[in-house]
Every structure is written in C-alpha cells, then in structure tokens.
C-alpha cells in the first residue's frame, strides 16, 4: 500500500526532524524558530552533492555535517542572546538561508528548484519500501542517541540551563558552550532529516522550507512533550496522521476546499485545549524517571 | 492508529462503492497560498464534466473527478498524489498547478504508470518528466522565445531585463536569453508582492535602454508602470502574458499607454472560445472567467475523448488513445496536438495597450 508507505516516511521524517528541535527547545530551553532553516541547509546539502554524482550515503552524510557546522557557526555569535532575541535570531536565519537559497542560483538554480534527485537505493531496489526501511533505522538510530544524551550528565546539565541558568553558571558550567554544542547537534540532526526529505520527495524547492514548516514542527513538539524522548514521536504521528486522516471525511466534492481549514482550526483548538490543560504536551516529562 | 486508518478505508470504499462513474483524479490547490486559482481551476473543470456527462458520458458512465487538496505545498501534492493512485486507484490524474507543486509530484505518475496530465504548469523541465506526464499549457521555452521575438521584431538591439524571482519569472528569462540574439545592458529580479519598486526603477533608468524586457504580474507590472511614469522613465516596455489583464491597466492609469507584451494566441472569435463564454456566464453567472480556465476546460474535452476511445480504462491504453485523440484536436485554446515530450505547442499574438484598452494584433 504505497500511500500508507508514504504516510509512514512521512512520520519518519518528522519524527526525526521534531526530536531533533525537541534537543533544543525542550532540553535547553532554546526558542529556535529557524529550525526549518537547517532542514533547508540538509536538504539543498545532499541534493546537489548527489545530482552531482556522490553517493546517497555520503550526501546524508554531508547534510548532517553542513547543517552542524552552520549550527555550530550561527550558534556562536548568537548564542550571547538571550530568551527572546535568540528566537528572533534564528527566526531571521531561516528567512537568510531561503533567500540565499532563492537567488543564488548558480547553485541552487534559486526558484527553480532541485529535480531529479536521486532516491535511496538499497542493492539496486529503490522503491518506498527501501526508503520507509532506510528511514526507520536512521529514525531509530537517532532516537537512540537522542536517548543517551538525554540521560547522560550533559542532558542533565541541559535542563538545569533551562530551568535556570544562574544555577548552571553557580555549579561552574559553561553555559554558552552547552548551548553551542546542543545546537550543533540537533542542527545536524535537522538536516539529516531534510537529506531524507529531499531524497524521498526527490524534487525541492525554496519554497518548500517557509515558515509553514516550522510551526508544524513547534506544533508536534509542544504537542507531544516538551523534553521527554516520546513526546515528538507522539506529536509527530499525530500532526501527520490527522492532517491526512481529513482526507477521509464523506464530504461532498463542493466541501473539499473547507478540509484544510477545518485542519487548521483543529490543530489550533488542540493547542489551546493543551495550554489550558495540560500545558506540558500528551506526554509529560517525569522529573523522577529523568533522574534514574 | 492502524484500527483506525483501516476503518477509516472502509467506510470510504463502502461510501464510494456506487457503480456506474468513470472517476479520475485532480491534485488541486484548495486550500493555501494559490487557492484563489485552485477555485477558478474546478470551476472550469466542473463545467466541462458537466456537458460530457450531458453528452453521454464516458461510454455510457457519468464521467467523474475526485478531487484532492494539496495545500499548495510540494508534501501535500505528493500526499494527494498517492492517496489518489494507490487508494482510489485510478489511472488518469489531474495535475498541481505551480511548476514547483508539478515536479515534485510527476515523478510519482511516472513511477506508478499513472497517466498524468496539467493545465497551469510552465516550466521547461516538466518536458522531461516522462512518457505518462502531459501537459495542455505551452511550456515557458515558448513563452520566452515569443517575447524575444517581440523584441527583435520591432529591432531592439539592447534591451534590459527584468523579471519576477519564481519558477515562471527564471524560467521564462532563462528561455528569452537563450534566444535574444541583442544586447542585455542590465539584469535582475525583484521580490514578488511589493509596494514599491522604485529602487528596481532607479536601476533600469542608470543605463537608459530604450526598451525593458519586464516578465512580470499584474500586481507588480502595474505598481512599477506607474512609479517609472512618476519618475520619468518612459522606455518602451515589452511584457509577457500574464500582465495581460484590464487590472494592469487601471493600476497604471496612463502609464500603460503604449506598452507591448505577448500572449499565447487562440482566437477569441471562434465559435468554441464563444461557447465556453456563455456556458460559463450561464453556470456561474456571479463568476468572472479563470484564468486558465480555458486549458482546464480543454483538458477535460480532450480526456474525455481519450477515455471514449480507449480500448480499456488501464493507464497503459488511456496514455495510448489520449496521445492519438490529441492529434489535431482543436480546442478553445487551439491544436492540442502532443508532441513527443507530452508537450503543446502555441502560437504568440501581440497585445498593446492605446487609449486605456487592450489591444490584441
């Protein structure tokens, strides 16, 4: 069943692009509102590596390098801000690299986009099997490190920056350091992601990396749960799943055009039901479990 | 979750499983950025269903479109696509407008022998996409070498040139450059959607060309007409088609005076072109004519030709009937003939603007 295929590669792909903000936002407290923008970065990283004749491996390979190191380099003078100006900051970076993205077009052809990149192939098979497969274990993978460094005393050290970062700086920790090597990483697991999205779609566009993105993505983060390890994935399955579920509604062809809204206005009420209610996403950070 | 999808599909196939309609597909943008055009599109579409069925349908069966969102986004495109192929399975499906929406989503069809077919979408590269993708809309390699034709016509050896920073702006650029045999004095692009253009303006007037290439809107051909006439830059300026409208005009009040542009030529006086006027007005009476609206209509025509023809509903004989069912069909947008590339071709008149009215010649 290819749509459920689809659907399935879908998730993935968001699950992974969601953990990898929820790195950021929910463990550090940083408010990256450009996230999108390394997802870009992984995206165009390995698109024009392969169209060029590299591998796929080694494409994902440099998409997840590329957007660490920009993470790394944008984190560095950014990361002396503090609250909301970081979130401005990067709100501003993403909008930076789509515009690079748009009018450098010796390479990146600007709004005509990427055709044509190839898919991920597995001993010369390269249907949606193989890529929902390639994708799962990259997924699982990364949830995995997710995990370790969640429990390790570095994503210990996170929290206590989010919680309060006068604390962190009395116990002798380097704040900005924490920071910049938090953002490396879930930048880099950003656009890894963006590698199996461009490789999956196998045509991008500038387009394609608006502002739309990222508050999807904000969405199955705090929807899930801030700063635990299952709240993005439960997020991500959700946001996806009901955005395509609507397709399913008995609703008369002069209807189709309200679904969207209807979409919209659901995922709106959630969030509002969700701040009244349970504030801390579907799935609530257990302080004790963290600590064990 | 599974529990759920699977009941989901159930109650769709039992809700849908009424016999007697030929179904095929359409990826439309109902909703998002574009869903102004999205609207307009199944307007026309519907339209045309409507006197298929009228006329008999499909070999006796009611002639039906299935329509699905896409968000205007390239993911929703490829979502709709799938659930289109692969839940509804159906051979023939409309394409996205937006070339960007097209591309991400033709590779799909091709992969799963769906026959594919568009009416908006421009690009050039749509052309490679593969043997099931067609398209009824001409190509922007035409487009631009229609304009550089324009501009060697009336013997301008130096030119500049300006145009929209998107798909259809580059595309139609990168076409016109290729074929303009004169001088380009300066070249740039400008954000689509702002106010004020006099900046773009004070960089054309730096050279003093005698004539500016400008592939552009509406919205922003009429804004920057208006500012150049208020800056006293009065070059003679060369449009593309889509700037062609009596809005472009009224922005520009008398700065539009004299402005030259070409436009994909069929004719207006044809019987065809006058029966779809009237069926629309009749159908919609509180609707203005789409745009595109005449490729949408002209589509359905042709497929629904093609599947009468066909010798079975399965993607490979549609693909054969439509390719032999295009060849010499004369639409309300002219000869639909296919070429090799899925491709039409068109013909570009010439359109001015004298005493506040378009004129086509």
Known sequence: MEYLLHIGIVCLIYILFASSLNLELGCAGLYNFGHVGFFAIGSYTTALLTLSGYSVWFGLLAAMLVAGLSGLIFSWPVLRLTGDYFGIASLAFAEMVRLFLLNERWLTRGPMGLPGIPRVEILGYSGNTVTLLTALVITVVSLFCFKKILTSPFGRTLKLIREDEHVARAFGKDVVSFKTRTMAIGSAFGGLAGGLWAHYLGYISPNDFSLQLTVLVLLCVVLGGRGTLLGPIVGAVLVVSVGEGLRFLPLPASMTAGVAHIQSMLFGLVLILLMLRRPQGIIAESHLIQET | ?361
């Open chain 2, 1 to 361: 979750m599974k529990k759920i999808v699977c009941t989901v599909l159930l109650c769709l196939f039992a809700g849908t499983a009424v016999a007697g309609t030929v179904k095929i597909g359409a990826v439309q943008p109902l909703s998002g950025k574009i869903s102004v055009y999205g609207e307009g599109f199944q307007r026309a579409i519907n339209l045309a269903v409507e006197e298929v069925n009228n006329a008999g349908g499909i070999k006796g069966q009611d002639l039906e479109i299935v329509y699905e969102d896409n968000l205007s986004t390239a993911q929703g495109s490829v979502s709709a696509l799938q659930k289109l192929i692969s839940i509804e399975k159906l051979p023939v499906v409309i394409g996205p407008a937006a070339s960007s929406n097209f591309l991400a989503t033709c590779p799909i069809a091709e992969r799963e022998k769906t026959v594919f077919i568009g009416a908006e979408s421009a690009a050039s590269d749509i052309s490679t996409c593969g043997s099931y993708v067609f398209r009824v809309f001409p190509s922007d390699m035409l487009q631009g070498i229609g304009v550089a034709k324009l501009a060697e016509e009336l013997d301008y050896k130096e030119v500049a040139l300006t145009y929209i920073n998107n798909d259809w702006g580059v595309g139609l650029a990168n076409a016109f450059k290729e074929k303009y045999k004169g001088k380009i004095v300066e070249e740039f692009t400008y954000d689509e959607g702002k106010a004020d253009y006099r900046s773009e303006i004070l960089r054309l007037k730096k050279n003093n060309p005698a004539a500016v290439v400008n592939l552009t809107y509406i919205k922003e051909g009429g804004t920057m007409l208006k500012q150049a006439h208020e800056m006293k830059f009065n070059p003679q300026w060369l449009l593309g088609s889509a700037a062609k409208s009596p809005k472009l005009v009224e922005l520009a009040g008398e700065a539009a005076e004299g402005i030259i542009g070409t436009y994909p030529t069929f004719s207006k006086t044809s019987g065809l072109y006058e029966h779809y006027k009237t069926a629309f007005a009749k159908k919609y009476p509180d609707e203005k004519l789409p745009i595109f609206g005449e490729y949408n209509y002209d589509m359905i025509h042709l497929l629904a030709k093609a599947l009468n023809n066909a010798d079975a509903l399965t993607s490979d004989s549609i693909r054969a009937s439509l390719i032999s069912a295009s060849q010499g069909f004369e639409g309300v947008t002219g000869d639909l003939s296919f070429d090799e590339n899925g491709d039409v071709g068109a013909s570009y008149g010439r359109w001015s603007v004298k005493d506040g009215k378009i004129i086509e010649n």
